[in-house]
């Protein structure tokens, strides 16, 4: 099964709306990242947040880190019609220096913002 | 500045045709280097992933092979391409192993 899932699947939202999306994995964790994908291209990487932090902020974007509920939320505030993108989490697994630090990453949610 | 480049952008190949695809990376030395694949609106699956000039670790059983000739090469190669290996590649660089990860610009392969 996969290490990080993506809820919601699908997102819509009016243009100035907060948009919301949560992502839960499995394991322990080194760092989680989210990451952007616009429609046919590669991804993008947004924010970083390590397995000691419990926020980070990055203009628009705001990443929090749960490590007790093995969640992780995005929250992009007064989305605009340019943030339409799917949006990906991804986890480097703590497997005790054992592992190499390869990422995993989830399913992603679809955003679309209305304008 | 570093950037990444992959080509080609789209390729079409029949059914048990040769499949070779290039990653280079520029302005970087000794990157890991990472191919993923994307299905259709699903997220990515890690196929291999590179340290340093021949050394590739395989994540998942499969049809394809990666090779690393160079330091900032990274090829993914078949030599019978299956109905199943059609998808959208990605590949992939980083400094540190799991951390931020900058991504190529795909290439679009529809085996038919």
């Known amino acids: 099964s996969q290490q990080g899932e993506e809820d919601p699947q699908a997102l819509s939202i009016q243009e100035g709306e907060n948009a919301t999306m949560n992502c839960s994995y499995k394991t322990s964790i080194n760092n989680l990242q989210w990451y952007r994908q616009n429609s046919g291209r590669g991804l993008v990487h947004l924010i970083l947040?390590?397995?000691?932090?419990r926020e980070k902020h990055s203009g628009r974007l705001r990443v929090t880190l749960d490590t007790s509920k093995k969640s992780s939320s995005l929250l992009i505030t007064a989305s605009r019609a340019a943030d339409t993108a799917s949006y990906f989490c991804?986890?480097?697994?703590?497997?005790?220096?054992?592992?190499?630090?390869?990422?995993?990453f989830g399913q992603g949610t679809i955003l679309t913002v209305h304008p | 500045s570093q950037t990444i480049h992959q080509w080609p952008a789209t390729l079409v190949q029949p059914v048990g045709s040769p499949l070779s695809l290039e990653c280079t990376v520029e302005g970087t030395s000794n990157p890991n280097l990472y191919w993923y694949r994307q299905a259709a609106g699903r997220g990515l699956q890690l196929l291999f992933y590179s340290v340093g000039i021949g050394q590739i670790s395989s994540e998942v059983p499969q049809n394809l092979s990666a090779s690393r000739p160079q330091d900032r090469q990274f090829i993914l190669s078949s030599k019978k391409l299956l109905l199943s290996d059609s998808g959208f590649y990605l590949c992939?660089?980083?400094?540190?192993?799991?951390?931020?990860?900058?991504f190529g610009p795909g290439t679009r392969l529809t085996v038919l």
């Open positions: 992939a660089w980083s400094v540190l192993a799991g951390g931020q990860e900058f």
């Open positions: 991804a986890t480097e697994e703590n497997a005790g220096g054992t592992s190499y630090g390869k990422l995993t």
């Open positions: 947040i390590r397995s000691n932090e």
